[in-house]
């Protein structure tokens, strides 16, 4: 089995092994999702939005019998998206911040 990826390293003249070429991208994958995190945050804040909406109903009509009870579990689910997105966003800000 080979292991050399790459050219030598210009920093040590070593050779890189796979799974330093997999460390070194994926620590650049997670260098662009932080800044894909802190430019994009309002489409972020969307896409939350919007899963929400989607998960909430989904889960209403998987799981709520009761016509009467679907309506009231959605005035439910519809007024407590502030308190969701406070806490979304504040994980968010967390991982931003990781």
């Not at 990826?5 to 997999?22: A, H, Y």
């Not at 939350?48 to 799981?63: A, E, H, P, T």
């Not at 009231?72 to 967390?94: D, E, H, M, N, Y």
């Amino acid at each position: 089995m080979v292991k050399q990826l790459q050219p030598p390293d210009p920093q040590s003249g070593q050779p890189k092994t796979k799974q330093q070429f997999e460390q070194e991208r994926m620590l650049d994958v997670l260098f662009l999702l932080d800044l894909m995190f802190v430019r994009e945050e309002a489409t972020v804040k969307q896409i939350v939005d919007c899963l929400y909406d989607i998960g909430s109903i989904n889960l209403i009509n998987q799981r709520v019998p009761s016509r009467h009870l679907k309506l009231c579990a959605r005035w439910i689910a519809r007024f407590s998206k502030p308190a969701f997105r406070f806490f979304s966003c504040a994980g968010l800000g967390a991982i931003a911040l990781n």
